[in-house]
């Protein structure tokens, strides 16, 4: 391998475990989002249409000098898993199976869906871990039943179980629904006080937090797509470093916080003030009749509010981000269904401190956006658990690209700006398969 752009470090390549045979997903809630990512897997190995938004499947990296002229495909840089290796399984409160549920999401067409209908009626929910408390929007009939917390636990690890006796790795992905703000509590801290918690049926432990301690006791990996508290406390990250099963999370990072976390790092770049930042959404799925809950939207809102504090650290820059006021609506408005809009309006303020405006006006298909993250967190996951240095670190803070609110290790801030994320992640793929990370100094072109 060629020396890097000056500054980097080389690193000794580990030892990946290859991506043979079959890798199991198992998704937790099979609805907009789970059905978009599996029907749109199943249409590009079909050779129906491209994955694009997919770094796995279309990003390239390079790797040694500008100069080398050598960007790989990231799928045939690092091992990971074939995606007609890739077989879905999941849990749902809903009966549909993955063919009804994408039609009733109604973000595909119909003439892609009826082509790929044979596959997508063979995928069918088992029931769900639910209980109504922990998301107020929805009754669902296909569920559980148990005595206590534990029991619902053991019977999660039966369904992985079984799978995992018809496939040769498993990942688990929280799509389901958004669940009201938990705030972590005295059960949260140790594997033991879960455990506990787990036999006296303890409030705070919600149904996400179950299925996830279910996957991490197995030492599956276990992502989390949306804003609830579920491997994000001392508990879980010492379960998923116990049993070496990598955990990430929390929210996907789509529509609007996307283009914050692009925007923002741009004005604090420039060191242009901003005074305000006002965010407001409307939104027809279900996804958005859940958030129309205030304690689910309390989840959604704590998830979005965080990043641009993150970015504009106001107590380093009090000049230009102090008085920041920053607002977030959703509005669930169903004629829109899944095609949700997006206004931004920021107020900013240049030289000497003379004021501008900046609009935003987002059209996008929510869970357009979100299905390749979906997929691409799932082929990273199972690569983390089959890499050395990474499987039992247990957060795996290099995908933070992808998500809303990124998990890290205590005491450390999360990194929202989206180009230092993509650094990270790549930097990571180098490291793991041993070149040289780009540091981006280039001094050597010059000498
Ligand atoms: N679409 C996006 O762009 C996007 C972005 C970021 C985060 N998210 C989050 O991803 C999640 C899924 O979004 P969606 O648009 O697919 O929503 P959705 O309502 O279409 O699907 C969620 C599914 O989860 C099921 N469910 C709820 N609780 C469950 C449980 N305990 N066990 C099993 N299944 C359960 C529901 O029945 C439903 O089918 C939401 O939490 C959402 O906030 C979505």
Same mark, same amino acid.
């Given at each position: 391998?060629?020396?890097?752009?000056?500054?980097?470090?080389?690193?000794? $390549?580990?030892?990946?475990?290859?991506?043979?045979?079959?890798?199991?997903?198992?998704?937790?809630?099979?609805?907009?989002?789970?059905?978009?990512?599996?029907?749109?897997?199943?249409?590009?190995?079909?050779?129906?249409?491209?994955?694009?938004? /997919?770094?796995? +499947?279309?990003? @390239?990296? @390079?790797?040694?000098?500008?100069?080398?002229?050598?960007?790989?495909?990231?799928?045939?840089?690092?091992?990971?898993?074939?995606?007609?290796?890739?077989?879905?399984?999941?849990?749902?409160?809903?009966?549909?199976?993955?063919?009804?549920? $994408?039609?009733?999401?109604?973000?595909?067409?119909?003439?892609? #869906?009826?082509?790929?209908?044979?596959?997508?009626?063979?995928?069918?929910?088992?029931?769900?871990?639910?209980? +109504?408390?922990?998301?107020?929007?929805?009754?669902?009939?296909?569920?559980?039943?148990?005595?206590?917390?534990?029991?619902?636990?053991?019977?999660?690890?039966?369904?992985?179980?079984?799978? +995992?006796?018809?496939?040769? @790795?498993?990942?688990?992905?929280?799509?389901?629904?958004?669940?009201?703000?938990?705030?972590?509590?005295?059960?949260?801290? %140790?594997?033991?006080?879960?455990?506990?918690?787990?036999?006296?049926?303890?409030? $705070?432990?919600?149904? %996400?937090?179950?299925?996830?301690?279910? $996957?991490?006791?197995?030492?599956?990996?276990?992502?989390?797509?949306? *804003?609830?508290?579920?491997?994000?406390?001392?508990?879980?990250?010492?379960? %998923?470093?116990?049993?070496?099963?990598?955990?990430?999370?929390?929210?996907? &990072?789509?529509?609007?916080?996307?283009?914050?976390?692009?925007?923002?790092?741009?004005?604090?770049?420039?060191?242009?003030?901003?005074?305000? =930042?006002? /965010?407001?959404?409307?939104?027809?799925?279900?996804?958005?009749?859940?958030?129309?809950?205030?304690?689910?939207?309390?989840?959604?809102?704590?998830?979005?509010?965080?990043?641009?504090?993150?970015?504009?650290?106001?107590?380093?820059?009090?000049?230009?981000?102090?008085?920041?006021?920053?607002?977030?609506?959703?509005?669930?408005?169903?004629?829109?269904?899944?095609?949700?809009?997006? =206004?931004?309006?920021?107020?900013?303020?240049? =030289?000497?401190?003379?004021?501008? !405006?900046?609009?935003?006006?987002?059209?996008?298909?929510?869970?357009?956006?979100?299905? *390749?993250?979906? #997929?691409?967190?799932?082929?990273?996951?199972?690569?983390?658990?089959?890499?050395? /240095?990474?499987?039992?670190?247990?957060? !795996?803070? =290099?995908?933070?690209?992808?998500?809303?609110?990124?998990?890290?290790?205590?005491?450390?801030? *999360?990194?929202?700006?989206?180009?230092?994320?993509?650094? &990270?992640? &790549?930097?990571?793929? @180098?490291?793991?398969?041993?070149?040289?990370?780009?540091?981006?100094?280039?001094?050597?072109?010059?000498?």
């Amino acid at each position: 391998m060629s020396t890097e752009e000056q500054g980097g470090q080389k690193t000794a $390549a580990s030892k990946i475990a290859p991506a043979t045979g079959k890798l199991g997903v198992m998704v937790v809630g099979l609805g907009a989002v789970a059905t978009t990512m599996i029907a749109g897997v199943e249409a590009v190995r079909r050779g129906l249409a491209k994955p694009i938004g /997919s770094l796995t +499947q279309m990003g @390239r990296i @390079r790797l040694g000098k500008r100069t080398d002229n050598h960007s790989p495909l990231i799928k045939d840089f690092v091992p990971i898993a074939n995606l007609n290796d890739v077989v879905f399984t999941g849990w749902d409160i809903f009966t549909d199976n993955v063919y009804e549920a $994408a039609a009733h999401a109604k973000v595909l067409d119909e003439k892609m #869906l009826t082509q790929l209908k044979p596959y997508l009626e063979t995928i069918k929910p088992m029931p769900a871990v639910f209980d +109504q408390y922990y998301v107020k929007r929805l009754h669902g009939t296909n569920v559980k039943t148990g005595k206590t917390k534990r029991d619902l636990a053991n019977q999660v690890m039966e369904d992985i179980k079984a799978f +995992q006796k018809t496939v040769d @790795r498993v990942v688990v992905i929280w799509a389901a629904s958004t669940e009201i703000f938990i705030e972590p509590t005295a059960v949260h801290q %140790s594997i033991e006080a879960f455990e506990a918690g787990l036999d006296n049926n303890d409030i $705070a432990i919600s149904s %996400s937090q179950i299925y996830a301690y279910a $996957a991490l006791s197995l030492g599956v990996p276990f992502a989390n797509g949306a *804003p609830n508290l579920t491997v994000d406390f001392p508990a879980m990250v010492a379960l %998923s470093k116990k049993n070496s099963a990598p955990i990430c999370g929390r929210d996907f &990072k789509t529509g609007q916080t996307f283009m914050k976390t692009v925007l923002a790092p741009a004005f604090k770049a420039r060191m242009l003030g901003v005074s305000g =930042w006002f /965010s407001t959404n409307i939104l027809g799925n279900r996804d958005g009749e859940v958030l129309d809950d205030p304690q689910s939207f309390k989840t959604k809102e704590e998830s979005k509010l965080g990043s641009l504090d993150y970015i504009f650290q106001p107590e380093l820059y009090p000049d230009l981000y102090k008085d920041l006021y920053h607002k977030i609506r959703i509005n669930y408005y169903p004629p829109r269904g899944d095609d949700k809009e997006a =206004w931004d309006n920021i107020d900013i303020f240049g =030289w000497l401190g003379y004021p501008m !405006q900046i609009k935003v006006n987002f059209l996008c298909r929510d869970s357009i956006l979100a299905a *390749p993250i979906a #997929l691409d967190l799932i082929m990273f996951m199972d690569l983390a658990k089959r890499t050395p /240095s990474l499987q039992s670190i247990g957060i !795996q803070e =290099w995908l933070s690209f992808y998500l809303k609110a990124p998990q890290t290790a205590e005491g450390l801030y *999360p990194e929202h700006d989206l180009f230092i994320q993509s650094m &990270k992640l &790549k930097n990571t793929l @180098r490291h793991i398969m041993g070149v040289d990370l780009i540091t981006h100094l280039g001094l050597e072109y010059y000498d």
